[in-house]
């Protein structure tokens, strides 16, 4: 088991150098704190659901680790808590909401049983060890009941604030914890690590209140359904686009089962309210005159199985659209996501529906995430002595870790996943790495890499099938078919499989050699490598799958 460090490590897991994925570990002698542990999704279709950080560090320091704290409930943060438990039973502490969120994910695992969580709460500090102190802090961001930490561990003060903003005047009026941060600044913060997703927007113009009137006001001149498309936790929204049907006199529908479980979950908090008789089902919506229908949809970042884009396909089982009907996009486009979400856009106006969005009309939307300004508000407050930027691509880092740098903060470190840093003698610096990486799930269960990477094979080179039967010193007792399926053939079909044929047989005569015998095993790889060559066409590689039989043995493939 590894020895525990007599200085304390910042170990990113996650959500450096990406969007997504976040997952932090704090590491001291008196043990581990994980911040976050989230989840990010595919852009390759290979039938991937989701992807994790890879937990093996975590795993050789299980006896070190003193549990999870989490800043707020998005998918990024929370996703793969469950993956995270089923290997490392551990305390989690989360905020109301966040914890709910947590509770019906674990509900989706049923081999985790008894799971220890526990609700934290603005300023109410708590320990984990015998010499870790944490205190949440108020945050406002497009969640309920987000919350920056300030975590004390043996030698250090670490304050990471979470995904936030410093919006004056928040809808349900929790604005962040200004005056705390600025006590906390006054004592002496050594290492902030701070959100640097919108360090290319040098303002926020706009606030979930002035969001609100103008969806309401856009909605009001609408004739036909409108279907408003946004990430489902935000709940300042939701009751936005709810007051909207009311005020327009509307009734309203939910597409999608993740909006559905953001609003019972927030309905139960009581952080959601609007009428018993406002809602309908999809099926009622589509018997309703259009102008009284007022949707809410999931799918805002063109995932190909959510609402938005079923209802651009068409094949919507409840719901469709029609001509001069409208999708108001109330979202902002995650990096990486900005051809498929064009394309979305594209799909719905050549189906003659209107569309609103923001790179068009700026007011139905604004992040959740501080502005290079609120950035360097934070920086001021907080007076850190050292700083790592946090959650976003390089370039975000890069031009967040400038930006403490401008406001002289000299010892500031740019770090991505699996790199560490070192506190120690009141200095931060570079720590090597650790190992790191990315487990994809499908359908609950871990694809192992060389699954995934048959899976990008046959998607991008198509698949060879083979099946030999072999005589009793291992070489062709008959003539065996070629299968292709998606294969680039450079020559027909009959010929490729004639070159094959006599090649296969040259391959097992040398394989074997001056020996009696060639086992099937050794059979069935000189045959998959030599019809890899003859079905190789440029770079394109497509997968071989070669099955032997042999005189009274069994398949090998």
């Known amino acids: 088991m590894p020895a525990v460090v007599s200085q304390t490590r910042i170990v990113p897991l996650g959500g450096l150098g990406e969007v997504g994925m976040n997952c932090l570990a704090i590491e001291s002698r008196d043990g581990i704190v994980i911040v976050d542990c989230g989840v990010t999704f595919p852009h390759d279709q290979y039938g991937i659901d989701l992807i994790h950080p890879d937990f093996s560090w975590l795993w050789e320091r299980r006896d070190q680790v003193r549990g999870l704290i989490v800043t707020h409930g998005h998918e990024d943060h929370i996703g793969a808590i469950p ?44 320990s984990l060890g015998s010499s870790i102190t944490v205190e949440p802090l108020r945050v406002t961001h497009s969640i309920p009941d987000a919350t920056a930490f300030c975590i004390d561990v043996p030698g250090a003060r670490v304050f990471h604030t979470g995904d936030f903003k410093l919006e004056e005047d928040p809808p349900d009026g929790e604005a962040s914890d200004i005056q705390r941060f600025q006590e906390l600044g006054r004592e002496g913060i050594d290492v902030l690590l701070s959100d640097s ?14 969001v609100s009137s103008a969806l309401t006001n856009i909605i009001a001149k609408l004739e036909g359904r409108v279907v408003v498309g946004l990430f489902a936790s935000n709940i300042y929204r939701l009751q936005a686009i709810a007051n909207a049907a009311i005020a327009t006199q509307r009734r309203l529908c939910l597409l999608g089962r993740s909006v559905q479980t ?6 139960a908090l009581g952080k959601l309210k609007f009428p018993s008789d406002l809602l309908v089902s999809p099926e009622v919506a589509m018997t309703l005159a259009p102008h009284t229908v007022l949707a809410i949809a999931t799918g805002t970042q063109a995932e190909p199985a959510s609402a938005i884009a079923r209802l651009a396909r068409n094949d919507h089982p409840f719901f469709r659209l029609e001509r001069r009907d409208t999708v108001i996009f109330s979202s902002r486009t995650i990096p990486g996501s900005e051809r498929a979400v064009f394309g979305l856009i594209c799909d719905l106006e050549r189906a003659g529906v209107n569309v609103h969005f923001s790179g068009i009309d700026s007011e139905i939307h604004v992040s959740g995430h501080a502005a290079r300004d609120e950035q360097s508000r934070m920086i001021e407050l907080t007076k ?33 996943n699996g790199d560490t840093a070192r506190w120690s003698n009141g200095q931060l610096a570079q720590d090597g790495g650790v190992p790191h990486g990315r487990v994809h799930i499908d359908e609950g269960q871990v694809v192992a890499p060389p699954t995934l990477e048959e899976r990008k094979q046959m998607s991008e080179s198509g698949t060879v099938f083979a ?19 998606g294969v680039l053939l450079e020559e027909p079909a009959h010929v490729l499989e004639g070159l094959a044929r006599s090649a296969v047989s040259e391959a097992l005569r040398l394989a074997r050699g001056p020996r009696e015998v060639l086992t099937p095993e050794e059979a069935r790889d000189a045959a998959a490598r030599t019809l890899r060559r003859i079905y190789r066409v440029g770079h394109r590689r497509p997968l071989v799958v070669v099955q032997v039989k042999s005189v009274g043995g069994p398949i090998v493939g």
Not at 107 to 120: K, Q, R, Y
Not at 197 to 210: F, G, H, L, Q, Y
Not at 262 to 267: S, T
């Open 83 to 126: 993956y995270l438990l089923r290997m490392i039973p551990m305390p989690v502490y989360a905020p109301a909401y966040a914890r709910v969120l947590i509770e019906h994910r674990l509900s989706e695992h049923p081999d985790i049983v008894n799971a220890d969580l526990h609700t934290t709460a603005p300023r109410k500090k708590f």
């Open 262 to 267: 953001h609003v019972k979950a927030a309905q």
């Open 384 to 416: 850190p002595r050292s700083f790592i930027p946090l959650h976003g691509t390089f370039h975000h880092l890069k031009r967040h870790a400038e930006l403490a740098r401008s406001m002289g903060v000299e010892n500031t470190l740019l770090l991505e």
């Open 467 to 485: 099946q030999l039967h072999l005589d009793k010193i291992g070489m062709l007792s008959t003539p065996f078919a070629v299968t292709t399926r």
């Open 197 to 210: 997703t919108n360090v290319d927007v040098a303002t926020r113009k706009t606030s979930e209140r002035s």
